[in-house]
């Protein structure tokens, strides 16, 4: 089956830093990648939606200009967290579908941890 | 985002029976639904579809059931092993292209 990556797996940062994720299909085109942030024992809550080589349109309620989000080639999707503070610790999963697929055809990386201290 | 939820957010089955995972959605709109399967640390797992145009689909040891109705869900395990413990959830689009997720079901297999 199809592969995503993310990178890293988990990272630790100072309050009013800025952390970057990478999301990668290893073995596809991504034309669309999805970005959710799970707290423990909650569910999947989609952040935004990114389409190759335009703007991400984000869910009612998520910061565009806290989580910035670039989908620059067909293979790589960037989240970046902007001056990241002890609230936005959480688990941050990326998933991605290649064009013209069927809908269940939308892989999950295996997620980052992020740990704002 | 849409509301999708469940109603039993633990289960615990002994190995070897079955197990039933319920979901209510919110949508009415939604016509594609798929469950996931999530180990801890890991990312969601696709295990079946449905779309809004059947109330039934079997695959291995697993069947999903919709009652488009009463916008309800279910997922069952048949012969419950200790592989499939892990928290479940489904998922709606109401879109075509972004998915909702349910608040889960973490369930425990007792061997």
């Known amino acids: 089956g199809a592969v995503v990556s993310q990178h890293p797996s988990w990272v630790i940062c100072k309050s009013g830093t800025s952390v970057k994720i990478e999301c990668r299909s290893l073995?596809?085109?991504?034309?669309?990648m999805f970005w959710y942030r799970q707290f423990p024992k909650q569910s999947l809550m989609l952040m935004a939606t990114?389409?190759?080589?335009?703007?991400?349109?984000?869910e009612q309620g998520v910061e565009k200009d806290k989580f910035l989000i670039n989908h620059a080639s067909l293979t790589l999707s960037t989240l970046t967290v902007t001056s990241a503070h002890p609230e936005d610790s959480s688990f941050y999963i990326c998933?991605?579908?290649?064009?013209?697929?069927?809908?269940?055809?939308?892989?999950f990386g295996p997620g980052t941890r992020l740990t704002v201290t | 985002g849409e509301s999708v939820g469940l109603h039993l957010p633990t289960l615990s089955v002994q190995e070897g029976d079955n197990s039933i995972i319920n979901c209510a959605y919110s949508?009415?709109?939604?016509?594609?639904f798929i469950w996931y399967k999530q180990e801890s640390g890991k990312g969601p797992q696709f295990i079946i579809d449905?779309?809004?145009?059947?109330d039934k689909r079997q695959g291995q040891r697993v069947t999903v059931l919709l009652n488009k109705t009463v916008k309800h869900l279910s997922l069952q395990i048949a012969a419950t092993q200790p592989g499939d413990s892990a928290v479940y959830f489904c998922?709606?689009?109401?879109?075509?292209?972004?998915?909702?997720f349910g608040t889960g079901t973490s369930l425990t297999v007792i061997p």
């Open positions: 073995d596809f085109q991504a034309t669309t």
């Open positions: 949508n009415s709109a939604s016509d594609y």
């Open positions: 998922a709606e689009t109401p879109t075509g292209n972004q998915f909702y």
């Open positions: 998933s991605a579908r290649a064009a013209a697929v069927a809908l269940r055809a939308q892989y």
């Open positions: 990114s389409n190759e080589g335009s703007k991400a349109t984000y």
């Open positions: 449905i779309r809004s145009n059947m």
